[in-house]
Antibody, heavy 120, light 110 residues
Framework: QLQLQESGPGLVKPSETLSLTCTVSGGSINSNSYYWGWIRQPPGKGLEWIGNIYYSGNTYYNPSLKSRVTIFVDTSKKQFSLKLSSVTAADTAVYYC????????????WGKGTTVTVST | QSALTQPASVSGSPGQSITISCTGTSSDVGNYNLVSWYQHHPGKAPKLMIYEGSKRPSGVSNRFSGSKSGNTASLTISGLQPEDEADYYCCSYAGSNTWVFGGGTKLTVL
């Protein structure tokens, strides 16, 4: 069964770069059935799609975050990663990695999420 | 790309039915049959409940149903049970390989 697990620092200073990694287990990161994505939930707010990546490296980003976001994949480690630059307090959120199943057009597998706080 | 609009909260008693709306635009909900619904219990991973507007994944109770009319999608939960109490989010494909979520609806089972 496909499982995802986020990892990374829980505290990031303002203006620095947030870096998170998602490890894929129980399935292949090279699957042509999935895109791999990042979604976040700020405190008290709804979910926000950040971006997706295909195992080949093709990336798609939320236009509102595109200038600050980079998502990349390391198939040898079965991991994909998120970098968000120039963070502010508004980037404080629970960050989820998710698998987007292309056949159904859904995020059908999610990590449990990791909390990232932007603060001095 | 603006978030889809959902009511902040809905409530119902056990056994009753409730409906959660999700309003978008002709660029997302109204233009694609790719609306999905997720149940989210705090501290846990969101769970897919409905996809392609009205289809249920294997293992999801048939008490959950989805529909769409124009730019608005809806999730109906019939025969409310205490374990249905959670946050619910809609999501739609918005074109050009982008996706948009709703603001979320907190369901309280009274």
């Amino acid at each position: 069964q496909l499982q995802l697990q986020e990892s990374g620092p829980g505290l990031v200073k303002p203006s620095e770069t947030l870096s998170l990694t998602c490890t894929v287990s129980g399935g292949s990161i090279n699957s042509n059935s999935y895109y791999w994505g990042w979604i976040r939930q700020p405190p008290g707010k709804g979910l926000e799609w950040i971006g997706n990546i295909y195992y080949s490296g093709n990336t798609y980003y939320n236009p509102s975050l595109k200038s600050r976001v980079t998502i990349f994949v390391d198939t040898s480690k079965k991991q994909f990663s998120l970098k968000l630059s120039s963070v502010t307090a508004a980037d404080t959120a629970v960050y989820y990695c998710a698998g987007y199943l292309t056949a159904q057009g859904v995020f059908d597998v999610w990590g449990k999420g990791t909390t990232v706080t932007v603060s001095t | 790309q603006s978030a889809l609009t959902q009511p902040a909260s809905v409530s119902g008693s056990p056994g009753q039915s409730i409906t959660i709306s999700c309003t978008g635009t002709s660029s997302d909900v109204g233009n694609y049959n790719l609306v999905s619904w997720y149940q989210h219990h705090p501290g846990k991973a969101p769970k897919l409940m409905i996809y392609e507007g009205s289809k249920r994944p294997s293992g999801v109770s048939n008490r959950f149903s989805g529909s769409k009319s124009g730019n608005t999608a809806s999730l109906t939960i019939s025969g409310l049970q205490p374990e249905d109490e959670a946050d619910y989010y809609c999501c739609s494909y918005a074109g050009s390989n982008t996706w948009v979520f709703g603001g979320g609806t907190k369901l309280t089972v009274l």
